[in-house]
C-alpha cells in the first residue's frame, strides 16, 4: 500500500463530506445516486463533488490570479488522486478510494480518464470572471465540456465503454449544463456582497461585485435584450424573457433527442445519426465498441439507464420554467422538486427518459 493512501476513517469521512456536498449544492443529483449501482457510486459521489468543488472557485474567490491558483490546485489534486495519493481532500480522497475500487472491479481494464477531470477544470477555468457566451453554440459547447464529461466519468465507473451510451448521455449533459446556466442567472446577475479580503483591500476595492447577465450574445441580439436593462428592470427587462426561451428550448430539444434516439434504437436498432464526439480523445473506443451489435448497443443502454436520470430532472425543472411563463427570476425555481424522487423512479422502471 501505498504511504499516502488514506485510511479507512478518511474515506468514510470523505464519503460523508461528499454526500453532504451534493445535499446542499446540487440536491438533484443526491437525490439520484440511488439509481446508481452501488459499486461505483463512491466515484458518482466524487465526481460531482469535484464538479461542485470546482465550480465554487468562481463564487470564492475575487481575484482571477487566486482562482487560476484554486484551479491549478485542483489539476494536481486529480493526478495524485488517481495516482492513489489524494491530498487531504474529501473529494480527492473519495476520488482514489473510487479509481483503485475501479481498478480491481475491472482487473485493470477501466479507469477514470484524468483528461476528461482535466477538461472540466479547463472549461470552468475559462469561465472565471463570467465572460460572455458569444452564441448559443458555445454554451452548448461548455455543457458538453462539463455536464456530458461528468455522465462519461460516471459511465465509466460502471465499467461501461459504449459509444452508444456516451451518444445519449451527450445530449442529456447538454441538456443539463444550458439548464443549470439558465438557473445561475439570477446569483450571477446580482451576486451577493462579498467581504473585503486582503487582497482587495489592497487595490481598494469594495465588496460589491459586478454581475453579468450569461445569456448568449446571439440569442440576447435577437431579442433585443441589453444587460443594463435587466440590472435595472430584472424579470420585467424587455425580450429577457424571449431570450431565455430560446435558451430553453435548446436544452427541451437535447432531451428530445435523447428520448428520439432511444426509441429509434429499441425498434429500429440505431440512433439515427452519428456521434459527432466519437473522435475527441483518440482511441477513445475500440473497433469492437465503434461496430457493436444492436443488441449490444441496447443492452448497453440498458444497463447504463441509471446515468440518464439527470434528464428526468432537467425536464422537471424545464416545465417549472414554462409555468411561471420563463420568468428567470421567478423563486420557485430555486427549490428542490419534491416530486423528483417519484418522477424518477417512474421513468426508470418503465425505462423512459
Not at 143 to 163: K, W
Request: glycine share 6%.
Amino acid at each position: 500500500m501505498n504511504s499516502a493512501s488514506p485510511t479507512g476513517e478518511e474515506i468514510f469521512k470523505a464519503r460523508g463530506y461528499c454526500a453532504h456536498l451534493l445535499r446542499k449544492y446540487d440536491s438533484p443529483s443526491y437525490i439520484l445516486s440511488i439509481f446508481i449501482p452501488p459499486p461505483c457510486r463512491d466515484a458518482y459521489l466524487a465526481i460531482r463533488a469535484f464538479n461542485i468543488d470546482v465550480a465554487r472557485v468562481a463564487d470564492e474567490t475575487s481575484s482571477p490570479t487566486i482562482g487560476m491558483m484554486r484551479m491549478q490546485f485542483w489539476k494536481d489534486a486529480v493526478t495524485k488522486a488517481l495516482a492513489g495519493s489524494p491530498p487531504k481532500e474529501p473529494a480527492a480522497i473519495l476520488l482514489a478510494q473510487a479509481a483503485e475500487e475501479l481498478h480491481y472491479r475491472s482487473g485493470g481494464s477501466s479507469r477514470l480518464s484524468k483528461n476528461w477531470f482535466l477538461r472540466i477544470i479547463n472549461t470552468r477555468e475559462q469561465s472565471l470572471g463570467n465572460p460572455p457566451y458569444p452564441t448559443l453554440s458555445a454554451l452548448e459547447s461548455y455543457a458538453e465540456n462539463t455536464y456530458s464529461i461528468m455522465l462519461y466519468l460516471t459511465l465509466s465507473a460502471l465499467p461501461l465503454a459504449s459509444i452508444t451510451a456516451d451518444h445519449i448521455a451527450s445530449h442529456i449533459g447538454k441538456a443539463m449544463g444550458i439548464a443549470a446556466v439558465l438557473r445561475g442567472i439570477p446569483l450571477v446577475a446580482f451576486p451577493p456582497t462579498r467581504p473585503l479580503s486582503t487582497s482587495n483591500s489592497v487595490t481598494g476595492s469594495s465588496g460589491h461585485f459586478q454581475g453579468a447577465v450569461l445569456l448568449p450574445l446571439d440569442v440576447m441580439a435577437d431579442a433585443n435584450v441589453k444587460e443594463e436593462d435587466v440590472f435595472r428592470q430584472g424579470s420585467a427587462a424587455p425580450g429577457l424573457r424571449d431570450a431565455v426561451f430560446a435558451v430553453a428550448t435548446r436544452a427541451s430539444d437535447h432531451l428530445i433527442t435523447a428520448r428520439e434516439m432511444l426509441s429509434k434504437l429499441r425498434s429500429e436498432g440505431n440512433l439515427g445519426h452519428e456521434f459527432e464526439h466519437q473522435n475527441d480523445e483518440k482511441n477513445r473506443y475500440s473497433p469492437q465498441q465503434l461496430n457493436a451489435s444492436s443488441e449490444a448497443q441496447l443492452a448497453d443502454v440498458e444497463r447504463a439507464f441509471g446515468v440518464f436520470m439527470p434528464s428526468v430532472a432537467t425536464q422537471s425543472w424545464l416545465d417549472r420554467l414554462q409555468r411561471v411563463d420563463f420568468d428567470i427570476f421567478d423563486a420557485s425555481l430555486r427549490t428542490t422538486d419534491w416530486r423528483l424522487p417519484w418522477k424518477a423512479y417512474w421513468a426508470f422502471s418503465r425505462g423512459k427518459l
